[in-house]
Antibody
Framework: QIQLVQSGGEMKKPGASVKVSCKASGYNFHSYGINWVRQAPGQGLEWMGWITVSTGDTYYAQNFQGRFTMTTDTSTSTAYMELTSLTSNDTAVYYC????????WGQGTLVTVSS | QSVLTQPPSVSGAPGQNVTISCTGSSSNIGAGYDVHWYQQFPGTAPKLLMFGNTKRSSGVPERFSGSKSGTSASLAITGLQTEDEADYYCRAYDNSLSGSLFGGGTKVTVL
C-alpha cells in the first residue's frame, strides 16, 4: 500500500534551519509529485509548495519563497523540505502529501521553534 | 485576496443531514478548478475524502457527497454518524497564487 513516512519531531532555536524527510513506498515515486503542507497549533492547513519528482521542478507558495526549499532523492524515494530562518511562527506540524489530489499523506512532523 | 471561506463549525444530531460550504472566487473555484475535501481527526493527518468535486475516495461511505456550482462548492453528510465528528477542509487550485489554497476548515460536531 502507498505510504509516506516522515522523519521525527524537531526542536529548533529561532534563526536555525530544519530539514524534514518524507520516504515514499508502495508506488512509483518518480511518477508523482509531492506537496508540503503545514498546520500551526489549533490552526488550519497551509499549502507550502509542490515538487514534480520526474523533473525536479518546484512551485513555492508566495509566503515561503526565499527560505523554503524542496528536493528529492529518487534513489531512496525520499522527498525533503528545508525551512531556514525559523521563528516561533514556524512552530507547526509539517506534512508531505502525494500528487495533485493530495491522495496520501505522511504522518506529520512536529517542528517546535523556541529559545 | 484569494481565499476559500468555510463556516467554522456545523453540528447536527445523529441521523440528521449537514452541509459544509466552501466559497471561493473567480481565481479558484469560479475558474473551473476542481474542489477536493479532506477529513482530519484530532492528532492525525488529513485524509482525502472527495476529489474532482463529486468523487468519493476509496472506502468513503456513500453518505458523503460533493457538489460545485459557480464560485462555491459543498460537502454534504446525509445521515450524520458519531464517527463523522472531525474537521473538514476544502481545497482548490488558485491561478492568482499559482498554487493550492485550503479553506479555513469546518469542525463538525455530532450532538
Amino acid at each position: 500500500q502507498i505510504q509516506l513516512v516522515q522523519s521525527g519531531g524537531e526542536m529548533k532555536k529561532p534563526g536555525a534551519s530544519v530539514k524534514v524527510s518524507c520516504k515514499a513506498s508502495g508506488y512509483n515515486f518518480h511518477s508523482y509529485g509531492i506537496n508540503w503542507v503545514r498546520q500551526a497549533p489549533g490552526q488550519g492547513l497551509e499549502w507550502m509548495g509542490w515538487i514534480t519528482v520526474s523533473t525536479g521542478d518546484t512551485y513555492y507558495a508566495q509566503n515561503f519563497q526565499g527560505r523554503f526549499t524542496m528536493t528529492t532523492d529518487t534513489s531512496t524515494s525520499t522527498a525533503y523540505m528545508e525551512l531556514t530562518s525559523l521563528t516561533s511562527n514556524d512552530t507547526a506540524v509539517y506534512y508531505c502529501a502525494r500528487d495533485a489530489d493530495f491522495d496520501s499523506w505522511g504522518q506529520g512532523t512536529l517542528v517546535t521553534v523556541s529559545s | 485576496q484569494s481565499v476559500l471561506t468555510q463556516p467554522p463549525s456545523v453540528s447536527g444530531a445523529p441521523g440528521q443531514n449537514v452541509t459544509i460550504s466552501c466559497t471561493g472566487s473567480s481565481s479558484n473555484i469560479g475558474a473551473g478548478y476542481d474542489v477536493h475535501w479532506y477529513q482530519q481527526f484530532p492528532g492525525t493527518a488529513p485524509k482525502l475524502l472527495m476529489f474532482g468535486n463529486t468523487k468519493r475516495s476509496s472506502g468513503v461511505p456513500e453518505r458523503f457527497s460533493g457538489s460545485k456550482s459557480g464560485t462555491s462548492a459543498s460537502l454534504a453528510i446525509t445521515g450524520l454518524q458519531t464517527e463523522d465528528e472531525a474537521d473538514y477542509y476544502c481545497r482548490a487550485y488558485d491561478n492568482s497564487l499559482s498554487g493550492s489554497l485550503f479553506g479555513g476548515g469546518t469542525k463538525v460536531t455530532v450532538l
